[in-house]
């Protein structure tokens, strides 16, 4: 066990995004390895942006992702009374002062200090006349954070040691107008309420990092560890948005993608562990997890990789598991009922089974519909390069030997289709791409004679006879 305390901290005012995901799994895989506590904390003080809807889909993205915390998570917003208790705290040891500029007199401020090349340089020094003056207008007031002399500095995790010149920042507000505090000031008295040790979060916080050790001084708190990872990069090299596709998990899940799939894919984002080994499980992940291997290099989001990574976490599912993903899908399509599941179990999840070597993502399922109705329509370019002016009598042949099978099974069937091509004098392609399209609708599927079987021989007699007559003499 380690005394390390971390927390995972979402602003619910918006999707959960995949760099959010990333962020929560590094914290996981490093409290799961090293035996350090992990908590949650929801930063909703921003009380126009924060909503119960964006707050569900981070608790349901991060349960999808198995991603687990000890205890309830803290609300920012139910922390008022510590934060206006820092800012008492830090105007009474001078490191902040009230300011009473205009939104006009700020604009220009900041005009000047444009033009000079300079940070704003905020009234800091107002006597207790003036102060007294601008009370008795009533004008409203701030709390600014008086940034001091010299350099930050603090030995990043990944990132090594950052330093930052103080004269790069300015004097920020703590506490708005109304008295609510500002995010810099509720995270730093949050972490410190909740004795985190470790701060690990995206690379665009990294600008903030001085501005909260600041505070954690000012406090004279102990100030955290703090861990940087990377930004995540489209294909195209620029940072990651809409553009390259589905930025949130729940988009990812809808299409398909399983849960142990995003959670692999996403820890390999900005860490490598070494040895090139790509697939992983989630226990794999977290044995395998060192501090040392996340990298300070921008991480790609590589789509194919992802697909390429699905398809192997689905095959290497047990298939019972897989099936309950296939029947939702099948169920929302209407093709099966709760009943079947309960009844036909087995003959379902058979089906499953056919399609567990060639599905890229659970969506796939959708693909199996001719099993449970007939083909309503046939891939027009199958049909043209599949479907001859000889075909329809080597049909004919294979369905009047298929009808009298007494046992249609795969091996039975194979032996009909083989021993008619090679009396026929054709490779049993020739039978076999025509077989499909007429009992699928398609030109490509589990292997026709495990499909035979499975769709059972009235059936297959049936679909062939029909398709012999839709798709008759292809000009
Ligand atoms: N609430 C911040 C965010 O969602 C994270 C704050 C932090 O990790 O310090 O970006």
Redesign the pocket.
Known sequence: MSDTVLRF???PTGGFHVG?ARTAIFNYLYAQHYGARLLLRV?DTDRERSTEDALKTILDGLSWLGVAFEGDPVFQSQNGDAHRAAVAQLLESGHAYYAYETPEELKEMQKKAQSEGRRVQYNRNLTSEQQAAYEAEGLPKVVRFKIPEGETTWDDLIRGVQRWDNREIEDFVIQRADGSPVYHLA?VVDDHDMSVTL?M?GAD?LSNTPKQILLFRALLWDVPGYAHSTLILGSDGKKQSKRHGATTVIEYKEQGYLPETMFNFLALLGWAPGGGREVFTREELVEAFSIEGLLKKDAIFDQKKLEWLNGEHLRAKPVSELAEEAFEIWKARGWITDGDVENRREELTRIVGLFQDRVRTVQDFDGAGYFFQEPKEYDAKVHKKHWKADTPERMQMLIDRLRPLEAFSESEVEGVVRSLAGELGLSASKLIHPTRLALSGVGFGPGVFELMEALGQETCLRRLQKGLEVLGQNA
């Open positions: 901290a979402p602003s959010n930063e995270v701060v979060r916080h």
